[in-house]
Each structure stands twice: as structure tokens, then as C-alpha cells.
């Protein structure tokens, strides 16, 4: 599949039964409903997803549990990460076989490398296959910070490299990217709580993590600021912000799993070391979605423009 990076793509979680094996069948299910509500594309086992957690056997049957589900409406993007270099190619080449269509690529799992080291990881992963492929720089969550001029660089040598998630809370960097690159890669927010301000700066995409529970107030949010409908952005940022600085805190999966089973699309279950909240975090989480629910607006799907 060719496809275009930009909109709202969820970078899902991966929901456990039980015995926290992958519910493959509420995974189809869950997917199916974002892309009805507006969403562009499915992420999948990323840091939200647990891919950390994850065998590559299992990695590659939610892949293709995905591709299956909602690959013929919109790209599947598999998130390689790894502590290995070879490792990551390796991923990267099973994610083309399993039917994804793009690679979201971040930097080696434990080890903070320098530039030499982390341009030649990200480098051999994006040519392991013909997939095309976002960067995700994170350096609050991974310690690898890609700056503006290096993006550029990998821009400018690795032709498949077409977008890049930017994590780093700091929106001036969407417009260092830029003036840099100009229009040679797609910039997505990659903190909930700053794509407001994201788009403003010239990101044209989302890699959302409460869009699994929420996915139309996401898209809507997405398009409202898009197309330049600032009040009702303002007035559904205002409302959604609590909630959206969920996913902005070390729990942050525990967390957006418990919004799910709020809304009824999910359970709280993670896997160790994750446990799932207790106590004072719990009730003071519950809060916040509580109050989300009792306060929710009723919006009507806006549409952005081409």
C-alpha cells in the first residue's frame, strides 16, 4: 500500500486477556472502530503498545491480526525497536512480510549512543526494507535526542525515510525541521498535550495514544485545528487536556488503559513490571476520567481539508 503520513494515527495498546496473552480478536475489533472514527492509520507495539514486553512471534501475529482487520482501509505501521541493531532489521524485514506498510523506527532500547552510532542504527533499519518510515525521537522516554540538523541528514540520505514522530515536547523543534527540510518529511506530534500547538507550528499528523479511547474527539480535534476552526478546537482541547496529559507520565500506559475500560473499549491488564494502578493513583486517575465522562461534548465530525 502507498499512503501519505499525515492525520491521526493511534499508536495503539495491546489489549491481554487473562493470562495476558494478546486478545487478537478484541485487537480486530478495537482497530476497526478507530479507523471508523476517522483515524489514518494503526501504529502497533510501540512503547504504548508494550512492545517491549513482546516476542517477535507475537509481534508478527498482531501484525497480521492488524493487516487483516483494517489493512486494506488504511497503512499498518509496525514500531521497530530493539536492543540490537540486527535484531531491529530483523523486525523490520518480518513487519513487510506480515502485510504492514510502514515502519516507525526509534533508537536502540538501553543504549544512548552517539550521533555516529544511533545515525547507523536508524539507517540500517529504514533500508532493511523498501517500507516507507518515520523516525520517532523521544529523548525524554529513550535518551536518543535526533536533532533538527540530524533529521535532516537521514532525510537527505535515506530516500524511504518520509516523516518523523516528534516527541521531544519541545514545538519549536517542528519548525527547526522545517526550515531545514522543508516539505521533504511529514512532521507528526507525538505528545498528546502539544498538538494544538503541534499543527500551529506545521505538523500535519498525530501519533495519538487517548484516541484509543477516544478516537472521535481526537480526529475532530485534529481537523478543527487543521481547517482552522479555532473555537471549537479551543473548546474540545479545553475539555480533552486532562486527559490528554495522561499520556505524557511514566505510567502513561497504565494509564490510557484504564481510560479504555472506562469507555468500554479495553481492559486495565499490563504486563510486569507494569502493574496496574492502586490507590491514591488510582482514585485520583478515576477523577480525571470521571470528570471527562460527566463533562463529554457532543461534537460533530469535522473534515480536513486535502
Not at 494478546?22 to 492509520?41: E, M, P, Q, R, S
Not at 540486527?86 to 515502519?103: F, I, K, R, Y
Amino acid at each position: 500500500m502507498t499512503f501519505e503520513w499525515k492525520g491521526v494515527m493511534p499508536a495503539i495498546t495491546t489489549c491481554f486477556d487473562e493470562e495476558l496473552n494478546i486478545d487478537h480478536d478484541f485487537t480486530a475489533k478495537h482497530v476497526t472502530w478507530l479507523v471508523d472514527n476517522g483515524c489514518t492509520g494503526i501504529v502497533a507495539n510501540g512503547s504504548l503498545g508494550e512492545g517491549g514486553t513482546m516476542s517477535i512471534d507475537e509481534k508478527v501475529a498482531l501484525w497480521k491480526t492488524i493487516v487483516a482487520a483494517v489493512g486494506d482501509r488504511v497503512p499498518v505501521i509496525a514500531a521497530i525497536a530493539s536492543m540490537t541493531t540486527a535484531d531491529a532489521c530483523a523486525q523490520a524485514v518480518e513487519a513487510e512480510s506480515a502485510g504492514c506498510s510502514g515502519l516507525m523506527v526509534l533508537p536502540p532500547y538501553v543504549y544512548r549512543g552517539d550521533w555516529r552510532e544511533m545515525k547507523y542504527h536508524v539507517a540500517e533499519i529504514v533500508k532493511a526494507t523498501p517500507l516507507s518510515c518515520m523516525l520517532y525521537n523521544n529523548p525524554v522516554a529513550y535518551g536518543t535526542d535526533f536533532l533538527p540538523e540530524q533529521i535532516a541528514e537521514l532525510a537527505a540520505e535515506l530516500p524511504n525515510l518520509h516523516a518523523v514522530k516528534e516527541s521531544s515536547t519541545d514545538v519549536r523543534r517542528v519548525t527547526a525541521i522545517r526550515a531545514l527540510s522543508g516539505d521533504r518529511l511529514k512532521i507528526f506530534v507525538g505528545v498528546d498535550d502539544a498538538i494544538v500547538e503541534g499543527i500551529n507550528a506545521g505538523a500535519t499528523g498525530w501519533i495519538a495514544g487517548l484516541v484509543s479511547a477516544f478516537p472521535k474527539e481526537s480526529v475532530d480535534l485534529f481537523n478543527y485545528v487543521m481547517i482552522g476552526e479555532d473555537e471549537k478546537a479551543h473548546e474540545l482541547y479545553k475539555w480533552f487536556l486532562p486527559l490528554l496529559r495522561l499520556d505524557t507520565v511514566p505510567k502513561f500506559v497504565q494509564l490510557i488503559k484504564l481510560v479504555q475500560e472506562k469507555v468500554g473499549w479495553g481492559n486495565a491488564r499490563v504486563r510486569p513490571p507494569r502493574m496496574e494502578l492502586v490507590g491514591k493513583e488510582l482514585e485520583e486517575t478515576l477523577a480525571i476520567i470521571d470528570h471527562a465522562l460527566a463533562t463529554r461534548p457532543q461534537t460533530s465530525n469535522a473534515e480536513a481539508r486535502a
